[in-house]
């Protein structure tokens, strides 16, 4: 045992002060070459005797932990030719979500949804007589229901979201769409049997309050393909956008939280868009309202399109941008820096950036994420209008005119517990300062957008229009988009829309987003069931597969992390906990589920040669001096 006390004093002393449990265990989970992530949690000990809970305690406890704050976006940095480098967290739940069975997104979450009721069955169906692969799609399954739930419970709803997301696009081998690019969708599918990137909008709400929605020219943007730069599904789904809809039901409060999840799955086309909203809420219905002049003239041959477009012969400069770009602007404001060329040149200093406050990218990424620039209507006062008769019209939520709610504003980022910080200058930068930061921010958008004010008289005339019948009611409109001829003229009949015209929003509720029958045609996936009861209850479903050897395996890594724990906070002189984890890392590295071939079983074998106490005589490393031989600059 001296020996071994030799070898650790020799090869981590240098490092004891920065050595904690976490890093220890992950030097034990390199050793042994398993795929089995061990977390931080007080797991039971588990003797002969246990009870069936202490049992169940201990393999929920055991099952690996993903940590959610660490699977969103891929690491910025690329190597030579682009790659992306994904973070440790995310390529290890990938790893894990890889095992679920289906071909693409849709069969994953049913093959999951059915496991409840056919765990066991499913893995022998799929795995066969191979005990290494029943062990490792029964511990991705768990991995993924166990994550699963860490994210739905999760107490801040922002947060939660933005974790679904990543969840969702690790599952389908996609990637996560940066705020700001000026696109409805949030995440991109890579699992289509066909290839190719697909992009989905997410939307996830409780149980009986779905309604999906959104700016109607960024939808429209993205169903033309009308962006600053190429979409990476361009050639793959053009012309289209894949809503993911699903509702929570759950019950319990924070973390305790139980219930089930539903999924449905539906597409937006360049051909079905205008039926769907036609079905949809009155707020939907009108966007797709088109001018009459505008489809005449689509419908003759030879019309020159600029003669149709109805966009630039409206007063005002240009349509009023969308809540995508004007997000884009924000961020810019808030963060970037930028230059913007106007009738005068004027340098544009990110606000936090200009008061070198020290927030990592993080934090900033934590930021954008809660406030939803773009989608969440809290962040802003409604937009009140004046008319010359001194009527208030209430204009609602409009970005780029409405100022932003600071006290919610100030609410939200009291739950932000780096804050404060000191700026450049010492000076304190709490909540306080920060929110005067977004409210400069919303400002400066709302500044650089004054030059196309001259709404008011594009909406007297639009008013005019629509007073005198030149506007297809919805139900017309709908019908003289369907004998449009070619995807050319459908474009440009969406970007004379009311909805574009007016810069409107569209919206479906529950029932018009869940349709199953046409235009929608949504196709309900499946239900699964989260929270801490249900992920035991699949436990309990595959009992016979995480046999006693699996159960032990888990115990044993649990003796030898507080083993080595207690041996090293005791300044390596405890020989018992030394004893102990050696004895617990041989009964690991022993078991046949772990020797799946002659290469483990070799490094197997050295191991125990070097480690085991019935070993003899250690060769000696390059550069160590055993107490009868000289240091020598060539290895023995």
Request: with cysteine.
């Amino acid at each position: 045992m001296s020996e071994l006390k030799d070898i650790l004093k020799e090869e981590y002393t240098k490092q004891i002060s920065e050595l904690d449990l976490k890093t220890l265990l992950e030097m034990v989970e390199e050793a042994l070459d398993s795929p089995i992530a061990i977390v931080e949690d007080e797991a039971p000990t588990v003797g002969a005797g246990a009870s069936e809970q202490q049992v169940l305690e201990m393999i929920l406890k055991m099952i690996p932990e993903i940590e959610v704050s660490e699977i969103g976006w891929s690491d910025v940095r690329t190597p030579e030719g682009g790659t992306e480098i994904k973070g440790p967290q995310r390529k290890l739940l990938e790893d894990y979500l890889n095992n679920i069975d289906g071909r693409d997104f849709k069969e994953k979450i049913k093959s999951v949804s059915s496991f409840y009721s056919e765990g066991s069955n499913m893995i022998q169906e799929q795995a066969g007589d191979d005990r290494g692969a029943r062990i490792r799609q029964a511990i991705s399954y768990l991995v993924f229901y166990k994550t699963l739930t860490k994210v739905i419970t999760n107490f801040n709803a922002s947060s939660a979201g933005f974790s679904f997301e990543s969840f969702l696009s690790a599952l389908c081998n996609g990637y996560q769409i940066k705020t700001g690019n000026k696109t409805i969708a949030d995440y991109v599918d890579r699992s289509n049997p066909d290839g190719g990137d697909v992009p989905v909008s997410l939307k996830l709400y409780r149980e009986g309050g779905l309604h999906v929605g959104g700016s109607f020219t960024d939808l429209v943007r993205d169903l033309t393909m009308t962006h600053d730069e190429p979409m990476p599904w361009a050639s793959s789904f053009p012309n289209a956008m894949r809503y993911v809809v699903c509702t929570k039901e759950l019950s319990g409060e924070d973390l305790d939280q139980s219930g089930e999840i539903k999924f449905w799955q539906f597409d937006f086309t360049l051909d079905n868009v205008v039926e769907i909203l036609a079905q949809g809420t009155p707020l939907a219905r009108k966007c797709i309202m088109f001018p009459r002049e505008v489809i005449s003239a689509l419908k003759m041959p030879g019309k020159p399109k600029q003669d149709i477009d109805l966009t630039n012969r409206l007063p005002g400069e240009m349509t009023f941008p969308s809540d995508q770009e004007l997000e884009s602007d924000f961020v810019d404001y808030l963060v970037r820096g930028r230059t913007k060329q106007g009738d005068e040149d004027e340098d544009v200093v990110g606000i936090l950036r200009g008061k070198e406050v020290p927030i990592t990218e993080d934090q900033v990424k934590m930021i954008l994420q809660d406030l939803d620039y773009s989608g969440n209507d809290d962040i802003f006062m409604n937009y009140i209008v004046t008319t010359k008769e001194d009527e208030r019209i209430d204009k609602g939520v409009v970005r780029g005119r409405s100022a932003i709610n600071k006290e919610f504003i100030r609410k939200k980022l009291k739950d932000y517990e780096w804050l404060p910080v000191r700026d450049a200058s010492g000076r304190k930068f709490g909540e306080w300062q920060l929110a005067n930061a977004i409210v400069a921010a919303n400002n400066a958008v709302i500044k650089s957008q004054s030059k196309k004010k001259q709404a008011d008289e594009r909406a007297n005339e639009l008013k005019r229009m629509m007073g005198e019948g030149e506007f297809f009611s919805p139900e017309e409109s709908a019908r003289e988009y369907g004998m449009l001829l070619n995807a050319e003229a459908k474009k440009i009949a969406l970007k004379n829309s009311w909805g574009i015209l007016t810069t409107g929003h569209w919206n479906l509720n529950q029932t018009q987003a869940t349709n199953s029958g046409p235009p929608v045609n949504a196709d309900f996936i499946g239900s699964i069931r989260v929270g801490r009861a249900e992920v035991g209850a699949v436990i309990n479903s595959i009992r016979k597969i995480l046999n006693e050897q699996v159960t032990e395996i888990f115990q044993s890594l649990k003796i030898l992390s507080d083993s080595l724990n207690a041996f090293f906070a005791g300044g390596l002189t405890d020989d018992t906990m030394a004893t102990k984890a050696v004895e617990n890392a041989d009964n690991i590295s022993s078991k046949p589920v772990l020797s799946k071939g002659p290469q483990i079983r070799k490094r197997q074998q050295q191991r125990q040669q070097r480690f085991g106490r019935n070993r003899g005589p250690r060769r000696p490393r390059r550069g160590y001096m055993s107490e009868n031989e000289e240091k020598t600059d060539k290895e023995p």
